[in-house]
């Protein structure tokens, strides 16, 4: 796209960014439109110095970059390969570039990358960076297997997150109980919600607890209009 030249080319820019050691030129104003949060590093910074952003890789920040510029996501292979996947999230979660975010987890779903040996670590990181999608898919392996998880090594990870392992505890007795019936959408898959949300022309990341807050809200409103 234009934009992905503009960015390649560095023509115009008026801030810059410095990654480790290397310099990325960038465009106030379509961070701006497309990462508000990115954008925000820039503060008041008019001397032309590169802002330095630590804790990010820099291949790392040039995916965000190519998305914010020309949404452009990178192929599963790349978000697949070594720690991509969790430094994609962190990175597009951290800057607000929600719709890579989403991309990142959607093809850690649907590569099935948990398992029962790494369910507790994929659970603690899901629930950490609010990837409701990817935390429906560990919680599910959990309670499949919830005795080997809590018999292995990994499993004191989740012993040092009361809340989680209690959220944990609760999806085991449902699904021990499954004449239960829940009228208020908490088994309404995380794809479903976001699909009405989308629909909506509503937001649709967070947790699942606030995903079904927000329909519920936007079908009030509705119900009263």
Same mark, same amino acid.
């Given at each position: 796209?234009?934009?992905?030249?503009?960015?390649?080319?560095?023509?115009?820019?008026?801030?810059?960014?410095?990654?480790?050691?290397?310099?990325?030129?960038?465009?106030?104003?379509?961070?701006?439109?497309?990462?508000?949060?990115?954008?925000?590093?820039?503060?008041?910074?008019?001397?032309?110095?590169?802002?330095?952003?630590?804790?990010?890789?820099?291949?790392?920040?040039?995916?965000?970059?190519?998305?914010?510029?020309?949404?452009?996501?990178?192929?599963?292979?790349?978000?697949?390969?070594?720690?991509?996947?969790?430094?994609?999230?962190?990175?597009?979660?951290?800057?607000?570039?929600?719709?890579?975010?989403?991309?990142?987890?959607?093809?850690?779903?649907?590569?099935?990358?948990?398992?029962?040996?790494?369910?507790?670590?994929?659970?603690?990181?899901?629930?950490?960076?609010?990837?409701?999608?990817?935390?429906?898919?560990?919680?599910?392996?959990?309670?499949?297997?919830?005795?080997?998880?809590?018999?292995?090594?990994?499993?004191?990870?989740?012993?040092?997150?009361?809340?989680?392992? @209690?959220?944990?505890?609760?999806?085991?007795?449902?699904?021990?109980?499954?004449?239960?019936?829940?009228?208020?959408?908490?088994?309404?898959?995380?794809?479903?919600?976001?699909?009405?949300?989308?629909?909506?022309?509503?937001?649709?990341?967070?947790?699942?607890?606030?995903?079904?807050?927000?329909?519920? @809200?936007?079908?009030?409103?509705?119900?009263?209009?």
């Amino acid at each position: 796209s234009n934009m992905l030249e503009l960015l390649e080319k560095g023509e115009g820019a008026d801030a810059s960014f410095k990654i480790g050691d290397k310099i990325f030129p960038v465009h106030k104003v379509i961070l701006r439109t497309n990462a508000s949060d990115l954008f925000n590093f820039c503060g008041d910074n008019d001397d032309g110095c590169p802002i330095s952003i630590n804790d990010i890789n820099p291949n790392i920040f040039l995916i965000i970059l190519r998305y914010v510029y020309g949404e452009e996501v990178p192929d599963t292979s790349t978000i697949m390969a070594s720690t991509n996947s969790k430094d994609i999230i962190a990175a597009a979660n951290r800057f607000g570039v929600i719709g890579l975010k989403l991309a990142a987890e959607t093809a850690l779903v649907e590569s099935s990358v948990v398992t029962t040996e790494n369910v507790a670590d994929w659970l603690i990181f899901a629930d950490s960076k609010t990837c409701p999608l990817l935390k429906e898919q560990a919680t599910a392996c959990f309670v499949s297997r919830s005795e080997d998880v809590l018999n292995s090594e990994s499993s004191k990870y989740l012993k040092e997150s009361p809340k989680l392992l @209690t959220e944990l505890m609760m999806e085991i007795s449902k699904s021990a109980n499954k004449a239960t019936s829940f009228g208020d959408g908490r088994n309404v898959s995380v794809n479903d919600l976001r699909e009405q949300l989308h629909e909506k022309g509503l937001d649709v990341d967070g947790s699942k607890e606030m995903l079904i807050a927000r329909l519920e @809200t936007s079908n009030k409103r509705q119900r009263t209009e």
